[in-house]
Nanobody, 126 residues
Framework: QVQLVESGGGLVQAGGSLRLSCAAS????????MGWFRQAPGKEREFVAAATRSGDNTYYADSVKGRFTISRDNAKNTVYLQMNSLKPEDTAVYYCAADTLSDPIKMVVTHEYDYWGQGTQVTVSS
């Protein structure tokens, strides 16, 4: 079992930056692939970014590629999402997720993750 707590959300103007953090506790953090997902009002939860257990490989949704960067520090049991050049359409609740996945095809799929944080709100004003 792993517990996840996100932080770092807030209100930012379009073009600005935020860095989200997700702190994990419980079983060995490095055993888990980590993902970031988001959910806007009235929309389905969608994939944003994922990192393999070591962090050597990362994956991104096309909508955030080149603007967002996922990274992890296994010594600190933390995964990050650096978000640059933010747009109003990035407004959503952002969730981190964990699972013992190794297949990159599964790492971009919401229901493949067993463990979720409570979410942190990101609002981008125009």
């Amino acid at each position: 079992q792993v517990q996840l707590v996100e932080s770092g959300g807030g209100l930012v103007q379009a073009g600005g930056s935020l860095r989200l953090s997700c702190a994990a506790s419980g079983r060995t953090f490095s055993s888990y692939a980590m993902g970031w997902f988001r959910q806007a009002p009235g929309k389905e939860r969608e994939f944003v970014a994922a990192a393999t257990r070591s962090g050597d490989n990362t994956y991104y949704a096309d909508s955030v590629k080149g603007r967002f960067t996922i990274s992890r520090d296994n010594a600190k049991n933390t995964v990050y999402l650096q978000m640059n050049s933010l747009k109003p359409e990035d407004t959503a609740v952002y969730y981190c997720a964990a699972d013992t996945l190794s297949d990159p095809i599964k790492m971009v799929v919401t229901h493949e993750y067993d463990y979720w944080g409570q979410g942190t709100q990101v609002t981008v004003s125009s």
